[in-house]
């Protein structure tokens, strides 16, 4: 029988898998069917609205990330249901495409792209294969359209010699989240194009005295601030230009990719083998975040990128540091000001959970994998079914607005990546493969080799 039948209001999830299921149900009520195929509101809540401006196609909030949701959640289980969720989102996704207009990764139409690949490779569907190989054209010929190199984002302007410049976001949530996706589509379909138009804006982002050093230009922070983080800061940026030299050898990324791991040394505080890293400076040097975003989980991920392509035992260190540093803090059960009422993979605890899965299959170590444990009771504690209608987590996305409570279905913001997050802590005891997104450096099956034996 089906574990995802109906339950009592009282009735909690006593497993990671078991609780992805109840948040499978919990989308799968938010599901919207055209004739395009399927999209799932962002919050089905009776008079609730989203955390995030509306992105319906998006990795981020949006379908891309459901469909890899659950194309995970059908090979955890064995059941062909979520198999059809999946294509019926994926169908749409190949079909509106075209209508998109962000180019980026987590918000946009490389995200898009990512989630065709999955859905073709594991449905066998020749139409998402071949519809993903279309974005990743039109990614690689967008790119080129300016001339000063390959690149995306940011707005053009006149430099000094009378020709056209671009101001670049060098960082995961502008240009270097297309490099890595291009380069997992690279990968995917064997064709050097992609790899060749990837390499071409790494070198450019290379050339930055510090890659990813920009001054502020986000929402809620003051124009001079500086964010060391990932998804908006340098350590996103010499994550990818780690990936850079892993796939192409040249120590120019290398180099690169070392500036911007100083960088974020530099303005980390360090005591008693743990690490915590600034939101910004230099407004905020005590606003510690510990989640994926703009926190101690991302900067994790951009060392242990490091260390896998370069083996110096320094990075993985500093890994350890960062780990040693969110535990130290008392999550989950202690709230701070970097590490608030939020669940997410964002910057909650799904995406603390994210890492110390990570860890445990990068290093076997048992500690590892005992937080991660830790952070997944914590989560299935924390899910609401007040109506039957499946697992929700209700947070205060926005830091800054507390009062402002919402539960989403989304992959980064809500329910299909608190879901992924357990079901990728469930592998641990179930050998399969995970889908993990280009910015995940750790081994896609989450269980060390010895333990394997």
Not at 80 to 102: H, K, M, P, S
Not at 430 to 443: G, S, T
Request: proline share 5%.
């Amino acid at each position: 029988m089906s574990l995802d039948k109906i339950r009592p209001q009282s009735a909690r999830a006593d497993s990671p898998l078991s609780a992805a299921i109840m948040a499978g149900r919990w989308i799968r009520s938010a599901a919207v069917d055209d004739a395009h195929g399927r999209h799932w509101l962002a919050n089905p809540d009776p008079r609730g609205r989203s955390a995030v401006t509306a992105e319906p196609s998006s990795l981020y909030s949006g379908a891309a990330g459901i469909v890899l949701f659950f194309l995970e959640l059908a090979a955890a289980t064995g059941h062909e249901a979520y198999l059809d969720d999946a294509r019926a989102g994926a169908r749409r996704l190949a079909v509106t495409w075209r209508e998109q207009r962000d180019l980026t990764l987590y918000h946009g139409l490389a995200g898009t792209m990512v989630a065709l690949m999955e859905a073709g490779w594991a449905l066998g569907d020749e139409l998402f294969e071949s519809e993903a190989a279309a974005v990743a054209d039109h990614l690689v010929a967008r790119g080129r359209e300016a001339d000063d190199g390959v690149g995306w984002s940011g707005e053009p302007a006149q430099r000094g010699d009378g020709g056209v410049g671009w101001s670049r976001e060098p960082a995961q949530r502008g240009d270097g989240g297309i490099v890595l996706a291009l380069l997992r589509a690279a990968a995917h379909f064997g064709a050097p194009a992609y790899e060749e138009a990837a390499v071409e804006a790494g070198l450019r982002i290379a050339a930055l005295p510090v890659p990813g050093h920009r001054f502020g230009n986000c929402a809620d922070l003051p124009l001079d601030a500086v964010t060391p983080g990932f998804l908006a800061g340098t350590a996103g940026t010499a994550f990818l230009l780690a990936r850079l030299y892993g796939v192409t050898g040249e120590e120019v990324f290398l180099r690169a990719a070392r500036r911007g791991a100083g960088f974020v040394r530099e303005l980390s505080i360090v005591n008693d083998r743990c690490a915590v890293v600034p939101h910004h400076v230099p407004q905020a040097r005590r606003l510690h975040y510990l989640g994926f975003c703009s926190g101690s989980a991302g900067v994790a991920r951009m060392f242990y990128e490091l260390h896998r392509v370069g083996g110096d035992p320094g990075d993985l260190e500093w890994v350890e540091r960062l780990a040693n540093g969110i535990v130290r803090s008392g999550a989950p059960r202690q709230r701070t000001d970097g590490y608030w009422n939020v669940a997410c993979q964002c910057c909650g605890t799904a995406g603390l959970l994210e890492l110390f899965v990570g860890l445990w299959a990068a290093t076997g170590r048992r500690a590892h994998l005992t937080f991660a444990r830790s952070l997944a009771d914590d989560l299935i504690g924390r899910a609401t079914d007040h109506d039957a209608r499946g697992y929700r987590w209700y947070q205060a996305y926005r830091r800054l607005r507390p009062g402002e409570v919402t539960a989403d279905t989304g992959y980064m913001v809500g329910a299909a990546g608190i879901g992924a997050a357990l079901l990728h802590l469930d592998a641990v005891d179930h050998e399969r493969r995970l889908i993990l997104l280009p910015d995940n450096p750790f081994p896609a099956i989450p269980v060390p080799p010895h333990e394997l034996g």
